[in-house]
């Protein structure tokens, strides 16, 4: 992302968000800043909401937006009130296996979701403590795992199906869906596939035909404007077996490195990313 | 996801984002990104207390005096530091490291020592020369990560075998060996590390030696003693070293990263004569020869400064920090127990029953404590019940901290096993590739 900035003509610096980040925004003068933090104060408006106390032009959702956005069972809430579908979910704290009794959580869970189930914890990323559980048995390892994560975990029903990410670029009503990209894993699409290749086999454009591409791209962009995202966001989708478009994450700072699937999109769609990245400062600095 | 059909570019080829991926040596897939390195990538941060890595105290260096070394080394022996140099080393070093190692009773000629990138690079060539895969390194339970890490890549089997708080159990051995050759296995060396275990913190005793050099003769077997931490004993004079007691029997391996700085990468084999040879024929083949600049600067460091007297004040510090860390220990963790090391770096700790020291890691990331998970340093899943702590690099006061840190982790963590009666481990969890932050 820095690289191809520099290649549109941006001067582009890097800064941890440490002590020195406050002191660096001062020295910014007309700049405007790209928050790459992943991961929570990164993507739950943390960061956004220091942003807009310094009063400094920023790129992508603000803060109170990507707060919406993170906390995955009120972003459900709003899918669901805009007809948009998300798999079956609990989001249940670890208190509450411990005050009624984790066996008895744990069975009415999969009486009500079935099996399997998609483990994970209510804040995160990068598939850190998630497992995909196939049998009852399996569920008290996951859970732990979870846990380590965070206090909460959210237990989603697993959808099966055709899994794309839609990159959505711009805001509001001039928002475009970039082309799917379609993540075909050899296996579950953990940490260890995402971040060593060879398991995942990327296809962009996704191999699906003009009527399900139009349905995923439209559930994307519905998400993109009901929660108010602005300037980019990646909505990663199951189209199951029925084709119906099961929106399962939403990114408002999706990832930016060479392999990341933004990057794959804007390339399928035959933009230049130089051009891509550098209107998305133009946007930010004329706000 | 391959059950929807595919559409109407069905025979489309996606990409992996690896275009060489389907040229790698097989061995090359066994090297993976995984979850826990990803976590030591937020343990660096500044906020967290590391009790993970075996940095040495590098601030208790004297950093100005150093430079100033650094600066006249370039300006008047620039034309050699900055050239290639021989591929067995600096003749000159090799003479200062059998000064070194005369301190643990090695008596060895300059000719028998090969100058290394780091004692790390000789493990590596070790296992060039000796190891085809399927061959078997004995090792001791737990050994050390970057070794199992080597062993791995050559595709070597590693057999543990126990130790006590004597270190290596010489029946134990004698049975391990014995069993082997009855099955009949091809075991090419024991790998120890002799002094101040890494990262069981145990030293082998003095009765133990030559017990232990004898098993391994009669079984024709060779030792590879790894020995970085000797000097830094708290309490006591060096042990003699097994290479001392065998000069056929033993490759021995030393370093200046523990007992000066690990940035210079420079640390040494000393081997029997025929070894030696190919151990230089190996080195050149992978690096042509060690850095001269590190070579000379290690030479200038021996010469000019006093760095007996410096290993002494490394002691002090490190005791104080090795008490703070049994005193917080004590305090905080009293149902998990451990090991008093009186050397070296690290505390081998038992967790209370029923955690796994490797789930547990996130959480304790999340509350800005690491530590390494005992199932690093075993090749077979065991050690899970372990984690290792370094008190090496910390503060005495981030060390107290860190384990107050961990005390809550691990109660938080007993509750959560109390809740779902499972620890949550995998079954055959394997050894995590080494890395700079398992040093």
Known sequence: ?287 | MKDLAPMSTSDRHGTRLDPWFDSYAARAHRMRASEIRALFAVASRPEVVSLAGGMPYIGGLPLEELSEMSRRLILEQGEVALQYGGGQGDEGLREQITEVMSLEGIAAHPDDVVVTTGSQQALDLVSTIFLDPGDVVVAEAPSYVGALGVFRAHEADVVHTPMDADGLIPEALDKTLGELAAAGRRVKFLYTVPNFHNPGGVTLSAERRPQVVEICERHRVLILEDNPYGLLGFDREPMPALRSLSENGVIYLGSFSKTFAPGYRVGWAVAPHAVREKLVLASEAAILSPSNASQLAIRAYLQHFDWQGQIKKFQVQYRERRDAMITSLEEHLPEASWNVPDGGFYVWVKLPEGLNAKTMLPRAVTARVAYVSGTAFYADGQGSDHMRLSFCYPTPERIREGVRRLASVVDAEMETVRIFGTSGGDDGDSVDFPSPDLA
């Open chain 1, 1 to 287: 992302m820095q690289e191809a900035l520099k290649d549109a003509g941006a001067k582009v610096t890097l800064h941890d968000v440490d002590s020195d980040l406050i002191p660096a925004i001062s020295a910014l003068g007309d700049g405007v800043v790209w928050p790459m933090l992943h991961g929570a104060s990164g993507e739950d408006g943390s960061l956004q909401g220091l942003l807009e106390m310094l009063n400094v032009p920023y790129v992508g959702t603000r803060a109170r937006e990507a707060r919406v956005a993170w906390v995955k069972s009120v972003a459900k809430a709003v899918c669901a009130r805009e007809g948009v579908a998300t798999p079956d979910y609990v989001t249940l704290p670890q208190s509450l296996f411990r005050e009624v009794g984790a066996e008895q959580v744990m069975d009415a869970v999969v009486a009500k979701l079935g099996l399997p189930l998609a483990i994970k914890p209510a804040r995160g990323g990068s598939a850190l403590g998630v497992s995909l559980v196939h049998q009852r048995s399996d569920l008290n390892r996951a859970l732990v795992h979870c846990f380590a994560y965070d206090a909460t975990a959210l237990i989603e029903k697993a959808v099966t199906g055709t899994e794309v990410a839609v990159s959505v670029l711009g805001t509001g009503d001039t928002a475009r869906a970039l082309p799917p990209v379609e993540i075909s894993a050899h296996g579950p699409y953990d940490f260890d596939a995402r971040y060593n290749p060879g398991r995942v086999e990327y296809f962009a454009p996704a191999r699906l035909d003009d009527q399900q591409t139009s349905v995923v791209t439209e559930a994307a962009l519905a998400v993109h404007r009901e929660l108010h995202l602005r300037d980019l966001s990646r909505v990663d989708i199951i189209l199951d077996a029925d084709g119906v478009p099961q929106v399962f994450d939403i990114n408002v700072a999706p990832g930016l490195t060479e392999t990341s699937l933004f990057p794959q999109a804007v390339v399928a769609a035959d933009l230049d990313l130089s051009t891509v990245y550098a209107s998305i400062v133009e946007a930010a600095a004329a706000r």
